[in-house]
């Protein structure tokens, strides 16, 4: 079943990948006809990294919440596609973070780490010439860890699942003095999907055993309520933008009588850049 | 357009205050024993098997406890109720870890005799017996393999049985010493278990917990050691065990015991049949208790220990004559076997 999980998230990461490769290529296209579009329809190339914090809560491992830092990038790619008129646009984001947490009596340390992938699209709605919002969906993979090291046969725990969330933001574009300033906002809602989570007393030597029960638990807002959300503030300069952001992440499920909570605060300082796709003899 | 930037910033803090608080319990002495009181009851496995052995009620445990506790207590007197209060369950899977001391209850091996004199199982090792790894082996006058393994800690490598089978190749017979194995890793119990057989075999069960109440269960899922594709051992093997042989070591034994081949002679062992887990209480220190039971092939409970095949122990007036009488023994078992 896991196998065929896998496949599934691989074949959907490739579809993505591949139709964004797709889209580049109808963009040199349009080019050879004389029609520079590759200008109007700019790749957005941002990098941010943050530090926050971070409180969790895996009563696989422990009872008690652990709360600490965390260290997290965030790199996102946006470009308009031809479609519904030069109002889709075609996102794909990879996050990742590190948390370093500790139990409420200060006696255990807890280490984390997670990486995320998501991509897909969101239709734009320009309602005047400074705002503009934005909705579409998203499809997802989530890989992570949680170590306990004072644990015994249950001193970590594995998180991986992959989802379709709902997407919705919004953009306001203002100027301070004469630098052009925009204020991006974007939340993501995950709708359903599926998540591996071992058993309420199953142990890890168990599931190497061979031992299967329950899982791969189907995963909703009833069981897993989940969110990120990214409020960023770009300050335009001529061929890039310096980006400034918080990021907001809650992660959590509640399958197989294990509950967990993973959620990162994190404010994060990057770029962002306009990059224009040149078709092959261009180069 | 303010009131739209004020609705999103709204939209914002109001997501960022989703998250959900799960610490129930308070520090108070109070508030620790609930929460430990609640991890066993819901976690541990062998709850209604220890109540019905042991006579004890887990719901009177806590009023019996509860009553001793006083808000003004210090942190050592509280870990000392905690701990008498854990004793009750007499597992030695079941721990209490502070900074200050480790909470235990070893009555499985405490309240028998050893049937082990380390020195004197060193004087028939000798001092240029072979070390592979995690064990001790030497050829006896008789041309017995001995085999002392201490710990299931102590790694072994298919490398390392490979050569000490094949350079044991040419002895009668085989006696096996984990006396005083307090256990380890279990894939070094299976590695060394799969050399005995050449069938696949059925050793046992085990389950684990599906919720919190004190019935659920999984199904009995059945574990088997498969023959290892390295050396094996086709002649009479003689497993000495004794009251100290506990987790993993009660699981070697228990997965011997249905070796065809293989005779468990010596004690009963300690027991301890629960796969260990962890948790911990608000005031940080971290209990480990027994989570998921095993079982023998016979779907029966191993915790309290499983029986020798063979019953022997140590002779004190042999022992002050240098003799282990239970080596002994086991070399006579072996002889008788072979001849």
Known sequence: ?283 | MKDKLLLLLALVLGLCSCQRGESEYDETPQGNLDALWTIIDQRYCFLDYKEAELGISWNDIHAKYSARLNPKMTRAQLFEVLCQMLGELKDGHVNLSSSMDLGRNWSWKEDYPLNLDEELRDAYLQTDYNLASGLKYRILPDNIAYVVYESFQNGIGEGNLDDMFYSLRMCNGMILDIRGNGGGNLDNETKLASRFTNEKVLVGYRSHKTGTGRNDFSALEPEYITPSKGVRWQKPCVVLANRSCYSAANTFVRDMKEMPLVTIMGDQTGGGSGLPFSSELPIGWSVRFSASPSFDAKKQQIEFGIAPDIPCSLDAGKAAQGIDSMIEEAREFIGGQTS
């Open chain 1, 1 to 283: 079943m896991i196998k065929r999980i896998l496949l599934l998230t691989h074949l959907c990461l490739f579809a993505l990948t591949a139709a964004a490769q797709d889209y580049s290529a109808l963009v040199s296209g349009k080019e050879k006809k004389g029609t520079d579009v590759s200008l109007s329809r700019p790749l957005q190339a941002g990098v941010l990294f943050g530090v926050g914090y971070s409180n969790q809560l895996d009563t696989y491992l422990s009872p008690m919440e652990y709360s600490g830092y965390q260290l997290s990038f965030l790199t996102s790619r946006e470009r308009f596609t031809k479609w519904g008129d030069d109002n889709v646009s075609f996102q794909s984001l990879v996050q990742g973070a590190y948390s370093h947490t500790k139990n409420p009596a200060r006696t255990a340390t807890a280490w984390g780490g997670r990486l995320a992938y998501d991509a897909g699209w969101h239709y734009h709605w320009r309602l005047t010439d400074r705002l503009s919002l934005k909705a579409g969906g998203l499809l997802g993979a989530d890989l992570g860890f949680l170590y306990n090291p004072r644990n015994s046969n249950n001193p970590a725990q594995g998180r991986f699942g992959i989802d379709i969330s709902a997407s919705a933001g919004g953009c306001y574009r203002f100027n301070i003095r004469k630098l052009p300033v925009r204020l991006n906002y974007q939340a993501d809602l995950p709708l359903m999907g599926c998540m591996f989570s071992p058993q309420f007393g199953q142990s890890y030597y168990d599931i190497s055993e061979g031992s299967r029960d329950h899982n791969v638990c189907f995963s909703h807002p009833g069981n897993a309520l989940s969110f990120r959300h990214l409020l960023t503030l770009d300050l335009e300069f001529s061929r890039a933008s310096l980006r400034f952001g918080y990021m907001g992440d809650v992660r959590q499920s509640h399958v197989n009588g294990i509950r967990m909570h993973d959620v990162g605060h994190s404010f994060m300082i990057g770029y962002v850049r306009y990059l224009k796709i040149l078709k092959r003899n261009e180069r």
